[in-house]
């Protein structure tokens, strides 16, 4: 039997098919690079910060940066500091449902956006966070915290001459980590010499007997111990003692630390946003490691007679 054709060939079937598809195409809109073609207004993403401090504001600069290429409308707000916004303005905001993705910079910012209720569909993804699991449990995001295996494999291959490896810390605060810093080191030729302190005007005394039994000190991030006037009285003390001082960021470093563990919060913004279109787009949210670069400071390896490497680590800088 001869089937009718339309004027083009094709069956009448196939034709009112294809019509019913490209309405609904039409009707919907279609995915571009995370927004939709034909809707009215693109994707909306607020983002929440702590305070108005610059590690932060590079952080959503560069995800604004990011976002943008991408169409997102993206609507920032400041908990503390220049052009603070009121918490409960922010509730407001967030319970107008204006928004299907929540971005947090800072502990603070993270706290509250995890706490807030958000009618429908909402995604939170957080960034800059140290320890992010002992605010909210379980979620998505990019955290402070450089992994500890990393870390300890950094400190090895640098600075060679290391065997015994000092953490100086409040138990109170960082017990874990000094745990499992030293089931990190099981497999190096390092060990973990732990030195506890649980008040400000313990340390002097502490590190007087403790220099000896070490041949580096690893400062991490601990309420009791750090502090400007802290670090740089360790560090000095670190050089005159001829054991080289191990810090994680820009002021450890110019205040003399022979290493420096240097996090980059441009790159980090730009992990959100990425993790941000992973959402958009119906994937799923898995966590990332922070971007980061190792800093040698050259003159303090001199001072220590400690050779600097010649190793080829594109994230190692060494410097004066």
């Not at 560090?235 to 001082?245: D, M, P, Y």
Request: neutral net charge; charged residues 20%.
């Amino acid at each position: 039997m001869h089937q009718a054709s339309t004027a083009y060939g094709r069956p009448r079937t196939f034709s009112a098919l294809l019509t019913w598809v490209l309405v609904i195409v039409i009707s919907a809109g279609y995915w571009i690079g995370g927004t939709y073609a034909g809707a009215e207004t693109p994707s909306r993403v607020v983002v929440v910060v702590s305070e108005a401090i610059k590690p932060y504001l590079d952080a959503v600069s560069s995800f604004q940066e990011e976002m943008k290429k991408k169409g997102a409308d993206v609507s920032v707000f400041v908990m503390e500091g220049e052009g603070a916004e009121a918490p409960d303005r922010l509730k407001r905001e967030l319970a107008s449902g204006t928004y299907r993705i929540g971005v947090s910079v800072g502990p603070q910012a993270t706290d509250f956006l995890w706490a807030v209720k958000v009618p429908g569909e909402f995604h939170r993804i957080y960034g800059m966070v140290l320890n992010p699991e002992e605010i909210i449990g379980q979620g998505c995001g990019v955290p402070m915290n450089i992994p500890l295996q990393q870390q300890v494999r950094t400190i090895g291959d640098l600075l060679p001459g290391i065997e015994r490896l000092g953490i100086l810390y409040d138990p109170r605060y960082n017990d874990r980590f000094v745990q499992e810093a030293t089931a990190a080191c099981a497999e190096t030729r390092m060990k973990i010499v732990p030195i506890t302190v649980r008040a400000k005007d313990e340390i002097r005394g502490v590190l007087e007997r403790a220099w000896n039994g070490m041949d580096a000190l690893w400062l991490i991030p601990d309420f009791t111990v750090i502090s400007e006037s802290i670090v740089r009285y360790v560090i000095k003390e670190g050089l005159a003692n001829k054991r080289a001082v191990i810090g994680y960021n820009r002021f450890f470093f110019h205040s003399g630390a022979a290493m420096s563990f240097i996090l980059d919060y441009g790159r980090i913004g730009e992990q959100m946003a990425f993790l941000c279109r992973e959402v958009q787009e119906g994937r799923e949210c898995a966590s990332l490691p922070p971007p980061f670069e190792v800093w040698l400071n050259s003159r303090a390896l001199e001072i220590l007679g400690i050779e600097v490497p010649h190793k080829a680590m594109p994230e190692v800088k060494v410097m004066p």
